[in-house]
C-alpha cells in the first residue's frame, strides 16, 4: 500500500526545531514489510498536502497531532479525504481523546490509533488490504455502521531493539534549522537528527500525561543506540544530535556506559544536545564529565519551580533543590552549557513562590531558562484536579501550547492574571536586567539577521501587559 505519513503546520510556533521521529518509526516498519511510504512535514514543505498526494498516489494518509495541532489535523485529513484517501489519525491528543475524533463533526477522520503505532499501523494496513482482521488491529477505534468500535489496546513494544531506526532518510533534512536557535544563534545549514535512546518515564510529575509510551521505561540496548548513532554520524553526516527521551539517564550505569562507547567508537565528533530536561536525580560529577567527552555540549534541566512545597507536594517531581544545585555544578564543572526549564502557575501558586522560582533561575544562572506558563492537559493530574476545584477556560485546542502567553484556567485563592504577570517578569529579570545577558543575545549574528522575530518576542516576553491576556473564556 501506498501511505503518507503527515504532520501538520501549525500556526501556535513559528518554526519546528526538529524532525517529527515517531513518523520516522512508523514509516520504517512500514518499509521492512513491504509498503511504499512517504512523509510530510506541513511545517517545512513547500507544496500543499494536496500536490503530494496527487504525485505519490497515495491511498492512506496517517496523520499525527499533538493536542495544540488537532484542528491543523482534522484539516489535513479534510483535504486528504477529498481526494479519496483513507484517513487514520494518531498521536497523543488522539490517545487522550480517541472518540472525538470519530464523532459526527468529523466525517474526514475514518479510523483513530490510540498508543503506541508501530505494531498497530502494521496490523491496520494489513486489515485495510484484507489479510487481517479489522477487529483484532491493537488500539483501533473505527466506526462499524452507526457505533464506534474499540479494539483491545495497543502493546507497548517490550524489546526497543526490535524496531528498525527511524526512516531518517525520508527527511528533508536540509530544510530544518538547529535544535536550539535561541543558545546557538540560526544555522539554517544545520543536518540536526534527534534520536531516542529509550521510552517511557515511572515518574508521576502533575503535568505529564505520557499517553504513548507510558510510565514503563523501556531502554533500548546500547549496542543497538550506538548503531543508529553511528549511522547519523558516519553515513547520514550529522552536525547536531539531540537526544529525545523523557528521561535517558534513568540508569546511571547505562547512561555512562552510552558515553563510554560513544568515545571508544570515535562518534563523539558530532556535538550533542539533550532537548529534554535530563532528571537531576540520577546524575553525578562523572556522568557529566563522560558526556562531554562523549561531544555533549548542552544539557536541559526540568527544574520546575524554586519553592519546595510547591515542587513535592503539587508538581510531585521527587527531587530536591539541592539535587537540582548539584546538577548544575556538575555539568558547567564538566564545561558543558546548561538550560533550566521552570513552570510559573501549577495549582495553589502564589506571588510568593513564584518570586521563588525567579530567584532559583537567577541563583542557577543556566545559559538558557525556558519559563513556561502551566498548561492542563486532558490525561493529567493536573486537568483533573482544575476541572474538580477550578475552571478551565481554554476552549480550543490552540490555547494549549505551551508556547502561548496566556493564562488557561482558575481556581479559588489563585490569579490567572498574576501568573501571566510574574511570567514576563521572570523573562524580565532573566534577560533584559542584566548587562551580561543583553550583550550575550545583542552580539549573536541572528539578533540582527532575524531583527522581526527578536522584536516581537521582545514584546512578548519584556514589556508588561496593562490588560493582561487570557485565555478565551468558555461561554
Request: proline share 6%; net charge negative.
Amino acid at each position: 500500500m501506498r501511505v503518507l505519513l503527515a504532520s501538520p503546520e501549525s500556526e501556535v510556533w513559528t518554526s519546528r526545531k526538529h524532525i517529527p521521529l515517531g513518523l520516522g518509526y512508523l514509516a520504517s516498519v512500514l518499509r521492512e514489510n513491504g509498503h511504499q511510504v512517504g512523509i510530510y512535514d506541513a511545517a517545512i514543505e513547500d507544496e500543499t498536502v494536496e500536490t503530494i498526494i496527487r504525485r505519490g498516489s497515495y491511498e492512506l494518509i496517517g496523520i499525527t497531532a499533538v493536542t495544540p495541532l488537532i484542528v491543523d489535523a482534522w484539516n489535513m485529513a479534510r483535504k486528504a479525504k477529498a481526494l479519496g484517501l483513507t484517513t487514520v489519525l494518531g498521536g497523543p491528543h488522539l490517545t487522550l481523546m480517541p472518540e472525538e475524533s470519530l464523532s459526527a463533526e468529523h466525517p474526514e477522520v475514518d479510523y483513530v490509533i490510540q498508543g503506541e503505532a508501530e505494531e498497530s499501523i502494521i496490523e491496520f494496513v494489513n486489515a485495510l488490504e484484507g489479510r487481517y482482521p479489522m477487529e483484532l488491529v491493537h488500539g483501533l477505534h473505527w466506526r462499524n455502521g452507526d457505533e464506534i468500535t474499540v479494539n483491545a489496546p495497543a502493546r507497548l513494544v517490550p524489546n526497543l531493539d526490535d524496531i528498525p531506526y527511524p526512516a531518517h532518510d525520508l527527511f528533508k533534512i536540509t530544510r530544518y534549522t538547529n535544535l536550539q536557535p535561541l543558545t546557538d544563534g540560526l544555522d539554517t545549514k544545520a543536518r540536526a537528527y534527534t534520536i531516542m535512546t529509550s521510552r517511557g518515564c515511572p515518574y508521576k510529575c502533575t503535568y505529564c500525561s505520557k499517553p504513548i509510551t507510558g510510565s514503563t521505561w523501556r531502554p533500548r540496548s546500547v549496542d543497538n543506540v550506538i548503531g543508529e548513532w553511528r549511522w547519523l554520524v558516519q553515513d547520514l553526516k550529522a552536525t547536531e544530535i539531540g537526544m529525545t527521551d523523557d528521561i535517558w539517564n534513568l540508569k546511571l550505569d547505562r547512561a555512562k556506559e552510552l558515553c563510554r562507547r560513544i568515545i571508544a567508537e570515535g562518534l563523539n565528533t558530532v556535538p550533542w544536545v539533550t532537548v529534554h530536561g535530563m532528571k537531576v536525580n540520577h546524575t553525578d560529577a562523572e556522568l557529566f564529565q563522560l558526556m562531554k567527552q562523549a561531544g555533549c555540549k548542552r544539557v536541559g534541566f526540568g527544574v520546575e519551580s524554586g519553592d519546595p512545597t510547591i515542587l513535592r507536594n503539587v508538581i510531585k517531581k521527587s527531587q530536591s533543590l539541592d539535587q537540582v544545585r548539584n546538577a548544575f555544578k556538575w555539568a558547567r564543572e564538566a564545561g558543558l552549557q546548561t538550560m533550566g526549564f521552570f513552570i510559573f502557575g501549577m495549582p495553589q501558586e502564589t506571588e510568593e513562590t513564584m518570586e521563588k522560582t525567579i530567584q532559583f533561575a537567577l541563583e542557577l544562572d543556566p545559559d538558557l531558562a525556558n519559563f513556561m506558563l502551566a498548561t492542563p492537559y486532558p490525561g493529567t493530574e493536573m486537568y483533573d484536579v482544575i476541572n474538580k476545584y477550578g475552571n478551565i477556560f481554554a476552549n480550543e485546542w490552540e490555547d494549549y501550547a505551551i508556547q502561548s502567553d496566556k493564562a488557561r484556567f482558575t481556581m479559588p485563592d489563585y490569579d490567572p492574571e498574576l501568573v501571566v504577570k510574574k511570567w514576563k517578569e521572570a523573562y524580565r529579570r532573566f534577560y533584559l536586567y542584566r548587562p551580561k545577558r543583553v550583550w550575550q543575545k545583542v552580539s549573536k549574528k541572528s539578533f540582527w539577521t532575524d531583527l522581526p522575530s527578536t522584536v516581537s518576542n521582545a514584546v512578548r516576553f519584556f514589556i508588561p501587559d496593562k490588560n493582561p491576556t487570557l485565555a478565551k473564556k468558555s461561554a
